[in-house]
């Protein structure tokens, strides 16, 4: 036992030897981290956007039709960069991708709304930007629903009634939604959260595969497998846990920046945070590891397979589109992804404070990915006794 | 040997034969292309989130809140799962991830409404997807607003004629028109510009790939030491001809095959898209070209690239709205092909627009093209120089 941890010891070493003599692994291990952790926080800083470009068409241009724009322009969401008397030119610009939507007053809206005529106002989104366009839709929904109220509102006042009576009757039931653990709405949380540890993970199943890959191709391999006396164990270990140790003090940085210095909402405290990063970091070793052994000996495919299915997971792992809307098949491939398992951890820990214990699968299915690695490990003996690296 | 009569031909041929033979490759420039738009278009199809379950408590307990929630239960967006007697139980539910939202209608709510005044409803929503809040939202809402038109008319105005009651249900109407994905759906949005980037991407996988090789094969050198690889403008051209050609095929493969296939949004124009899909592919091949040889062995590529694809896609502005990008990270993103390539595409095939609308994206592609063709330029001359050393070296 005592001379296998000398065996990890000394591959260890060898391994930083080849780390500091590679300025790649620097670029991956420690500027692509970083640099992930600086783009995403910075670029949704707003966190919910706010002031989007709009255009008014107003063909009616009355003082009514004015005030309806007024209260419209000192909505969160809305900002209108363009006014025009047509509504082409509109459309035109948001062909151009100067606006995201279009709110127009037809000819004769105000003549109709004072002899009561029903008018017809209508607002255009362009759906091709989702956010944006669901963003203004909601503003230019409540808008509009406000100003018919207003407008019975007055009459109502005319006649006499009190300020709750009239509430009681143009809106007798509110509801007040509850968007549990992100009140704002902050977008950043619910992308920063999972993108940025997502690319993490994806960066270390590639660097898993290289690294192993790499003896193969500089024909070290049957030194290696010497050094490690034969046991796949020692060598596995003595070739990853430097990452390991890299990765996870990333992953803690990562950890620590949102919660703490961001104050990104964090139910379950940091250290439980950092504990299940450190869970994705040996998975996502593992499920790189597992692709290596699919391919043992050829370093090109295994980090194809790698960079194809790492890819894949963030469409897979459920944070932008939902896994419960995807066909079943998505649904199920979805659990190989360790993305798709940290990404339920954080919601039942860090974002809803939920006990572990609803979460136990995800935790489960992070320890299967790494331990499943071992059950091949006959394939990686032979790589190591058998292949040459292909060019 | 003979200096053949057309040595970019010549380039263009012996690459092709290269790239041919060479799986590594293949599965970039092929495969990749071929078979992850599909992949990421079944992923999204579906469009939006139906029938999410979720759970009601109704303390109240009335013919008129069980109305209102036959009415949550009857839109396409939720489904009512389960009732449960209390709060806790609710709660139980959601941690359990049976249900992801919860509809709380108050003791007081029929009691409250029949005296006039306000009823508040709760709506608790699991932020797991920020879908599923909307999705939940948008049911309630509309049924309350429903709801509240009824009240409105019924109980407090009597004695109406029917165009009176109409007139209250709606004082002003309101028309509101989704342009160019009237679904609203996932897939009419997300699968457009993840079309374009993977164009780019497999782009500069692919020549990363085929520079290393080189590398490694020339002992350092990118360029074979035969003799029409000699003239720094015919390699560039030739080189960038062959994946020019390769991914012009598989654009328009996404352009209409894939397009076609999952129904997405499909306005453009053949020579629309062809006068996009040229400025766009040359800058990318170039771009690809310089960037590969900064890349020394075959597989670092794959380990700086694949990366870059994510946050170049928030970077362009469709998911993250463009308004809302900082001034640093918009500059950054105009060095990148895809950033003007995914916007062009968007329009010209979701929107409709014609070639003078997106002047500005094509303007910015062929600068970029003509850049990124100039230090590849750069690039060879230097490394061309590098080989004549070499070989007088030697």
Known sequence: MRQAFLDIWTIIRRELNTFSRRPIFFVVMFVAPLGFLTFFTTLMEAGLPTKLPAALVDEDNTHVTRQLTRILGAMEETHFVMQSYSFTEARQAMQRGEIYAIFRIPKGTTEAALTQRQPVISFYTNDTYFIPASLLMKDMRKMSEMAGLAMTRATMRARGFRDDQIMGTLQPIVVESHPLGNSFLNYSVVLSNLLVPGLLMLVIMLTTSYALGMEWKRGTQKKLYEMGKGRIWVIVFGKLIPQTVVYTVMFWLIDIIFYSYLQFPCACGIPRMMLWGFLAVLASQGFGLLLFEAFPGQMRMAMSACSLLGVMQFSLAGFSFPVSAMDAPFQWLSNIFPLHHYFLIYVNQCLNGYPIYYAWSSVAALLCIFFLPQLFSFRLTDAFLHKEYRA | ?394
């Open chain 2, 1 to 394: 040997m003979k200096r053949p009569k057309f040595p970019v031909l010549h380039i263009w041929l012996d690459e092709l034969s290269d790239i041919v033979k060479d799986e590594g490759i293949l599965i970039f420039i092929i495969l990749l292309p071929l078979a992850y738009p599909i992949l990421y278009a079944m992923i999204y199809n579906t469009e939006t989130q139906r029938q999410l379950p979720i759970c009601v408590v109704d303390e109240s307990m009335t013919d008129r809140s069980r109305d209102f929630i036959r009415r949550v239960d009857a839109t396409p967006e939720v489904k009512v799962e389960t009732y449960c007697a209390e709060m806790g139980e609710a709660q139980e539910l959601m941690r359990r991830r049976e249900v992801f939202g919860i509809l709380r209608i108050p003791k007081e709510f029929d009691e409250r409404l029949w005296r006039g005044q306000q009823a508040v409803v709760g709506l608790y929503s699991d932020l797991t997807s920020m879908l599923y809040y909307k999705v939940e939202y948008l049911a309630v809402i509309n049924v309350a607003q429903e709801l509240n038109r009824n009240i409105k008319v019924r109980e407090h105005q009597s004695n109406i004629t029917a165009r009176e009651e109409e007139l209250a249900r709606w004082p002003i109407r309101f028309d509101e028109v989704k342009l160019y994905n009237s679904a609203g759906g996932f897939a009419a949005f997300l699968i457009p510009p993840v079309l374009m980037l993977i164009l780019q991407q497999a782009l500069c996988l692919g020549v990363g790939m085929s520079m290393g090789r080189a590398r490694e094969r020339f002992r350092g050198l990118v360029i074979p030491p035969t003799k029409h690889y000699k003239n720094t403008l015919e390699i560039v051209l030739g080189k960038g001809l062959v994946h020019f050609s390769i991914f012009f095929i598989m654009a328009l493969y996404m352009a209409y095959c894939v397009t076609h296939w999952f129904g997405l949004p499909q306005l453009g124009h053949f020579w629309e898209l062809v006068g996009f899909f040229v400025p766009y592919l040359l800058a990318c091949t170039y771009m690809a070209i310089f960037w590969s040889s900064f890349v020394y062995r075959r597989e670092d590529c794959i380990l700086l690239f694949v990366f870059m694809s994510i946050p170049l896609l928030f970077i362009s502005g469709v998911s993250w709205p463009g308004a809302s990008i900082p001034q640093f990270w918009k500059y950054f993103g105009y060095i990148f092909p895809s950033t003007w390539g995914v916007n062009a595409y968007v329009r010209i095939q979701g929107m409709g627009a014609s070639l003078g609308d997106c002047h500005q994206e094509l303007l910015a592609l062929w600068r970029l093209t003509g850049v990124y063709f100039i230090l590849s330029c750069f690039v060879y001359m230097y490394e061309i120089r590098k080989s004549v050393g070499r070989t007088l070296f030697n």
